[in-house]
């Protein structure tokens, strides 16, 4: 079996189990991927694996433009933008596969390198931290709101037994 065209390790951890977990599943598909260029398997196996990219990366982008409205990431815009280029970038390869041009494995490999190296580590992660920030801010806006409300039961309690005690 020939090294892996990337490993999944710590730094790729976004913190959020979910995009974490696809995260993975696309590593998976794309060292297999590699794995099948670097032995230069039949085309119907490329296709395949290529498809199977495709369609988890379309599952993998939508999860990511949900969280990016929940959370109103302001760079939704951009970053979904990126998106369609990824996507079409990808039906390219595929279509080039189709058509057995002779440069599409140094093609497959320098897209799967652009996605894994710019996408990921640079706008999955900024988006992430977008989303923490926001969670970090709605933690301590909670925290807020629990002081307020325990000040005011605190409140209203001593009132209810000062009256208590005066009639």
Known sequence: MSPAFVDWCDEYKTGNAQLDRQHQQLFEIINKLYELIERDYRTDFLKDTLDRLIKYSVEY?????????SYQYLGFDEHKRIHDQLKVKLKELRENLETKQSSINAEILDFLNQMLLTHLKEEDLKMIKFFQEKEDSSTAELTKLRRTKLAINSYYTRNMLNRQKKS
């Open 61 to 69: 982008f939508n999860t990511q433009e949900f969280l990016m409205s």
